[in-house]
């Protein structure tokens, strides 16, 4: 190439480009260098010799993999050497070159080896690229990859532990989740939340409560307790620190120390837990030689570990985090507290209304408490009999034992400073605030029972006296032991506005028992006793109350043996179940044994009455069913008042008798007189009368009942009216019953 004008400048670029290919060789901004299969060096620029520091006649013969540092040795052997004997070439090889003044040149190597005819390798050929900046770069490049991992990592935690604090409704939630993330962030080998009981500040040394630890011994824990000793407050106020097992901590602390090195651990993370200002506690994080999974420690033996500043950071925020969560769910514990007060006084007063009985009434009064308001609850009423202890509960069924022992000593058996006993006594409620041995032995009497109120471990006792109208009806007694937080102000008033309520219940309880047994002893006079033995008969009766309101009804049955040898039969049912209606009841079947004198026919006995019902006095309608028997001969005529067809069970078979009722009594007369049935009952068979209290269901019709009925009659058909009876109570009345139930059953035999 030359210059068209011929000038000098085009004459020098032409010898410069005759002697480049050597000059390039020489002075490239790269290493080259040629060797031996072996690795020795046989050629190499000037570029490389002043990389390494050395002289070319240096290097010739030097192998090449002994310029290498130590990785690059291994490195050289374990997989350069192959990959080129397999591909004949490798490119952009990171690999570090030694110099002579022992530092590392990082450089990236390309590599070419040639082979003779018969393929046997004889030259390799090889270029380097000094690589100083680019593996800066990738250093920092890893670095702020690093960083920013660990930046996400931290605001994963957070956001998890924000996420899961959340659904915290308990102290403990709070405690679970603080520590589970806090060890998996730390990789600690141990955790634990400890509180302040009280605050921090306090004159008195304040109690610490550890609520919740992963991998951390009650030993180490009580130890650490004993530490901070009254420089809690001090402890708190530094922040995040760490205390390290070093021969200061052998010394000053030994026993912690001891603690530390028995867990295998060497160092404690203490995080103060604050809610704005207010100290709660310190999260407690346990490092060790390894941490979780790792079978062998990346510490070196006595090196102390640095916290990075971002870890501090991120501890100090799960901190704030735990102590902002911890007074969520305080204030919404409180909140709770309160709300539970008052639907336990609903709960209560709901229970108290649907009680049917004193029994029932305290029994369940005495469970509700123990589940809501304290662990113990007793309750003495002042009976006919005296005042009897009618119900003690604990909350820990463990320990219903020890109470049921107390149970047997009657509250007028105890010493005069027994709350129960001086609240009945005054009037006023009882409160002893803080039961101390003092107290047990004031309130109790030498032996067993002392000894047994010992280990109940009572706190505090509230005793409230039930009356009203000025008339004592008993004493209601409340108590928590050590394991539960003392009584407050509020749930003294939460025991006496229930006192006030269970007063109410009481009194209109014991009213309504006194109505039942009035209502049963006038059910037991209006009823008809057993049947007397009747030749060619066996009969069976029963009479089941309603579950529902008074023991009393208007069903009725009798059995009248009439001149001849014949016998009149009646069942029925006046409407109504109250006093009026068992009146009713007794005015009916007295009306109809005076009827039965004159011996009716069944159809006449109904017209008669029809025609005397306002002769009665009487506003409440019946059903009946009135029949003539002749046990001799077995001939059976039945007519019906609006009552439902008798049952006929022979042969293993049951079926309705064809009864057609005419009117009920009470209602207007029908225009035609009731039709009569009439047929035999023959040897073995069994005619059941019954009312309508046996069929009858509220989630059913009486079509259904009747068919249950027939099914259930089939099944039990027997030449025995008792056991007939009994199966048809059992298969066909519940424990609720709201009706009652009358069944008479006759079988010829």
Known sequence: MSDPGGGEPAAQLDRLLEDDPADLYENAPMGYLSTLPDGRIVKANRTFCAWTGRRPEDLMGTRFQDLLSVGGKVFHETHLVPLLRMQGAVREIAIDVQRLDGSLLPCLLNAVELRGPDGAPQLVRATLFEATARRRYERELLAAQRLAEESEARSRTVQKVVFDLAAATTEEDVASVIVARSRAAMKARGAALVLVQGEAGDPELPALRPVHSEGLS???????????????????????????????????????????????????????????????????????????????????????????????????????????????????????????????????????????????????????????????????????????????????????????????????????????????REGRTQWVRDVDEQDVVSMTLDGLQRETVRELELAAVVSVPLSIDGRRLGVLTFAADRHRRPFTAADVEVAEQLALQVSQVVDKAQRFELESRTSHTLQESLLPTDPPPIPGLRTAVRYVAATQGVSVGGDFYDVVALPGGLLGLAVGDVVGHDITAAATMGQLRAVCRTHLADRPSPSALIERLQGSWSLLGVQRMATALFGILDPGSGEVRVASAGHLPPLLCTGGTASFLPVRPTRMLGAPPAAEPAEEWAGVLEAGSTLVLYTDGLVESRDADIDAGLARLLEVAARACSADPDALCDRLLAEMAGEHRPDDIALLALTRI
Do not use: N, W
């Open 218 to 424: 009650r030993e180490l824990l009580r130890r650490l307790r004993e530490a901070a000793g009254s420089r809690l407050a001090l402890e708190m106020a530094q922040g995040v620190r760490s205390i390290v097992l070093d021969p200061r901590l052998r010394r000053d602390q030994s026993e912690l120390a001891a603690a530390m090195v028995a867990s295998g651990l060497t160092e404690l993370v203490i995080v103060p837990v604050s809610a704005d200002s207010k100290r709660l506690g310190v999260l407690v994080l346990a490092l060790g030689d390894a941490a979780p999974g790792q079978l062998i420690s990346l510490v070196e033996p006595g090196e102390v570990r640095v916290m990075a500043p971002s870890e501090i950071d991120l501890l100090y925020t799960l901190g704030r985090q735990a102590g902002q969560a911890l007074e969520r769910v305080r204030l919404h514990l409180e909140t709770a507290r309160q709300a539970e007060r008052a639907s336990f006084l609903l709960d209560a007063a709901r229970l108290m209304a649907d009680a049917g009985g004193v029994e029932d009434m305290v029994a369940g009064l005495a469970e509700l408490a123990v589940t809501r308001l304290a662990d113990i609850c007793v309750i003495d009423l002042v009976t006919e009999q005296g005042t009897t202890r009618e119900a003690a509960r604990h909350r820990d069924p463990a320990r219903q034992e020890l109470l049921d022992r107390l149970r047997a000593q009657q509250l007028p058996a105890q010493t005069g400073h027994h709350p129960g006993l001086r609240a009945l």
